[in-house]
């Protein structure tokens, strides 16, 4: 599985749960379908059992009410009677037969009628044959029946007709309460009446049903096979006390029975129920076909689907493969749909793109660093050599007893020192004043004492930190700018105070000043003597404080120029540097 | 997590082809009856009887109550009911309604079903011997209907004859009880004739008058029409009232022979007997009486309440 590609994983996975959901719901319609078959047909069994067994009651309780309405008969009584008194010849027992025909209203049933008179011991009956004949009282008992059971029919092989044929019947006594003479009468129906009448139309079917009819006791009273009369059934599960049942009996078959309440017997129909099923199992076959077919339909749909949904995603992971082997330039074609494949590969190449962008600025900003580090190892090596020889000179200067260029030359040295940042990116404005005057003290010299310095620093200023080298550029302004050697009130006054939380540092020249244009004109120049410009002085103040600091110039022509710088008040060193500021980031 | 998708995935093919190959296993059963009630009634032979079998046996239904309705094979047959009544008594039945053929013998019944616990009760008409919870037609206020409805026929008075059913049947003497006590004191009863409810015997009856009625009370339609046939014989004229089913009423009336119908609702009387003896035999056997009333059909149509 594992091994599977996503095309046949998904291949795989569409025909497993659709065949798994084809299967489940053919299961269930198919089990569903095969219940409601079967519930139909016992329903349709039901009814017609209840019609035909409700026909059957009709028709006995008409046998037992006849027979009632007979054995209340005063003629018959009288006839009995008379028969008993008489010589009891043919006539006489003609009579006793006549009456008893004309007693009996069975309706559309052939039923017979007889008459047992235990004083002669002759049996009568409405039958044309037979009609009297001599009979041992041994031969009726079999009319005898329970107390309670008087309305459950006789059934029993009846002799008295000449030929053995099965019968339903109802018995009684007949009593002459005036002569006390009795006979016992019992009115019958043919067991094949029954049958064609009730059962036959049953069993004329196709779906190979079996209806009997099955006394309360389990005994066959009535079917298509007369071989079956008279004899018990094995299977009598369904005289359970149910009066209607249905259960699937052994080698699938079903028995369905439904008990008479008036009589206590059983209408069964037994049926096998391959035969039902036979048109269920077709058309589970014709659904299995119909899966099959279903089957490799969704195959070939599934192979041609997945192949288009898998194509964008193949022509990804080829282009992925390209790219992993070093081919940056490899792109997703796009198809110019507007579906998620189309997104992902737009989206694929955007990453890229921007992957590329990405590695260019490294490998510069690298070259650049290496550059840097070559640079840098050069500037240290420089910076040292000259701060090492240039105190080395200063020395020799002292040795040579020539105070002032040792003087100059510590000057010269401090601020070489300062200006490869030994002392770090800020210092105190002390420091920076120190500085400031070891400049001004090289260019005293170099000015030949032209000028006069003034320092006003606050003491709240001192301890506040400032860039090294700030004022460096401005100072050196003022020099070149501000100071004319054939003048010798040349003045250079430096200020820093503390005013609203701000450090305030002010340099002065009382020069010729200048206006704006000649300074944008004389830039060029300032630049090349200062080395550091006044764009230099921005951009720090810019790096480091932001918009929190700034200077200002202002220049009258004639009367001098003062630079205001105006920064926060810093006691950390750390607070402003550009370390900082990245960590904040 | 993939373990157990793959066996549900088993199980519900395994499930599936269990489902759809298994064999159907049935196996039903239907809803035991909860009562036994065996119904003796006069007879069968008429609407009224047959209306009222199909009351007994829809409201049997409705309950889920069997059934054993039996009859004799006629309204004097009571040797025949007798034997049907003691059958079903041996079949120890759980209530047993009889319309008595003969009012006057039920008391043995009564200690027959006392002994089985079987609830006994009359339908249709009740026992003279004994006094039984009963069901039917308020008979007394037939009469008396009948007897109202004369006084609008005729309302000058006259002779009026009654041809009632057998003495022996409480339903006609409660008739004429309430017939003679209602009837207007402008009419006379100048016959009380007991039929045996056959045409013969009503037009034997109108036969043997001496004086023309102005109007006769009738037990049913079969009774009046002997009469009827007898009083065209005689060329006399009078008001018939008959006590019969509103089918048979509307269907004479039709004719214009009859001038009004006590309407008897068979339907009714055999379904409100099935409600009580089942009602009965859920309260351990205390039943009260059901009297329904009858409405009268007239040539202008029904006068009173029909069920």
């Not at chain 1, 701060?387 to 020799?396: D, E, G, K, P, V």
Request: glycine share 6%; charged share 25%.
């Amino acid at each position: 599985m594992n091994k599977m590609g996503f095309r046949q994983k998904m291949i795989a996975a569409m025909l497993l749960l659709t065949a798994l959901g084809i299967l489940f719901i053919s299961g269930m319609s198919y089990m569903q379908f095969r219940n409601q078959s079967v519930r139909n047909y016992v329903d349709s069994i039901d009814s017609q059992a209840s019609i035909q067994l409700n026909k059957f009651d009709a028709t006995m309780k008409e046998t037992y009410l006849n027979m009632i309405k007979v054995s209340c008969s005063e003629d018959l009584k009288k006839t009995i009677s008379d028969y008993i008194d008489s010589e009891r010849d043919f006539q006489d027992g003609q009579k006793v037969s006549d009456q008893m025909k004309e007693l009996l209203t069975m309706g559309k049933y052939n039923s017979t009628l007889y008459l047992y008179i235990p004083k002669t011991s002759e049996m009568f009956s409405t039958q044309d044959y037979y009609s009297r004949q001599k009979l041992d009282r041994s031969n009726i008992l079999i009319w005898r029946k329970k107390q309670d059971e008087a309305f459950k029919p006789l059934f029993f092989m009846n002799y008295f007709t000449g030929s053995a044929e099965y019968v339903f019947g109802y018995a009684c006594t007949v009593t002459d309460e005036k002569t006390g003479y009795e006979g016992y009468l019992c009115l019958t129906l043919n067991e094949r009446q029954i049958y064609y009448d009730l059962l036959a139309a049953l069993n004329n079917n196709t779906n190979g049903e079996e209806y009997f009819l099955v006394t309360d006791k389990g005994l066959v009273c009535s079917s298509e096979k007369t071989e079956l009369l008279g004899c018990l059934r094995k299977d009598r599960s369904f005289m359970n006390g149910s009066r209607m049942s249905v259960s699937s009996v052994e080698n699938r078959q079903m028995l369905y029975s439904m008990q008479s309440h008036y009589t206590g017997y059983y209408l069964l129909c037994q049926s096998d129920m391959r035969i039902l099923s036979q048109t269920l199992d077709n058309s589970l076959r014709l659904a299995a076909g119909v899966l099959f077919f279903s089957l490799i339909v969704l195959i070939f749909a599934a192979v041609t689907i997945t192949g288009q949904m898998y194509s964008p995603i193949q022509t990804l992971v080829e282009t992925m493969h390209r790219i992993q082997e070093g081919d940056f330039e490899a792109r997703v074609s796009e198809t110019g749909m507007n579906d998620e494949f189309a997104t992902m590969a737009h989206g694929f190449n955007d990453l890229m793109d921007h992957i590329d962008q990405l590695m260019d600025h490294i490998i510069q900003e690298r070259t650049e660093k290496r550059e840097a580090e070559i640079n840098a190892l050069q500037y240290q090596i420089r910076p040292h050599f000259m701060y090492n020889t240039l105190n080395s000179i200063r020395f020799a200067a002292q040795l040579q007893r020539n105070q002032k260029l040792a003087d100059l030359l510590g000057d010269f040295t401090e601020l070489l020192e300062a200006s490869i940042q030994r002392k770090g990116a800020f210092v105190t404005m002390q420091e920076e004043i120190e500085l400031v005057k070891h400049f001004l003290a090289l260019q005293a010299f170099r000015y030949f004492e032209c000028f006069e310095t003034e320092f006003e620093v606050a003491p709240e200023a001192e301890n506040c930190y400032v860039p090294c080298l700030l004022m460096q550029p401005m100072v050196e302004n003022a020099v070149f700018h501000g100071i004319d050697t054939t003048r010798n009130d040349n003045l250079i006054r430096i200020k820093a105070w503390v005013e609203d939380s701000l450090l305030r540092i002010s340099i002065e020249d009382n020069g010729d000043g200048f206006r704006q244009e000649e300074a944008e004109k004389d830039s060029f120049d300032k630049r090349r003597l200062t080395g550091i410009g006044l764009n230099n002085v921005k951009n720090r103040l810019q790096l480091y404080y932001g918009d929190l600091a700034f200077f200002t110039i202002d220049s009258v022509t004639g009367k001098g120029t003062t630079v205001q710088f105006t920064l926060p008040v810093s006691h950390a060193p750390e607070e402003f540097s550009i370390k900082r500021e990245v960590e904040r980031i | 997590m993939k373990k157990g998708w793959k066996v549900l995935m088993i199980v519900l093919a395994v499930g599936s082809l269990l489902s759809g190959c298994a064999y159907t296993t049935v196996s039903m059963r239907r809803e035991e009856p909860r009562y036994s009630i065996g119904v003796v009634t006069k007879a069968d032979n008429s609407p009224y009887w047959l209306n009222l079998e199909s009351g007994v046996r829809e409201a049997a239904e409705e309950l889920n109550v069997d059934i054993t309705f039996l009859y004799p094979s006629g309204e004097e047959e009571a040797e025949e009911q007798k034997k049907i009544i003691n059958d079903l008594l041996d079949s120890e039945p759980d209530a047993l309604l009889i319309a008595p053929c003969n009012c006057r013998d039920t008391r043995w019944v009564a200690e027959r079903a006392a002994e089985k616990d079987i609830l006994l009760m009359n339908i249709d008409d009740h026992s003279a011997d004994i006094k039984l919870p009963y069901a039917g037609s308020d008979h007394v206020q037939i009469g008396k209907d009948a007897a109202g409805y004369f006084k609008e026929l005729l309302p000058e008075g006259g002779n009026i004859c009654m041809l009632l059913g057998p003495a022996y049947q409480m339903s006609c003497q409660d008739r004429m009880r309430g017939f003679v006590d209602y009837l207007d004191k402008s009419f006379t009863i100048a016959g009380i004739k007991f039929t045996n409810m056959t045409q013969k015997s009503g037009y034997q009856a109108v036969m043997s008058m001496e004086a023309k009625p102005a109007g006769i009370f009738c037990q049913n339609i079969v009774v009046a029409q002997g009469a009827i046939i007898a009083l065209q014989e005689k060329g006399w004229d009078a008001k018939i009232i008959i006590v019969d089913t509103l089918e048979d009423g509307e269907l004479v009336m039709k004719r214009g022979n009859i001038d009004g119908v006590m309407v008897q609702d068979g339907y009714f009387i055999g379904y409100q007997a099935i409600m009580s003896a089942v009602e009965g035999l859920q309260n351990g056997g205390e039943i009260e009486d059901v009297r329904i009333a009858s409405g009268i059909l007239t040539p202008d149509g029904i006068k009173g309440e029909i069920q």
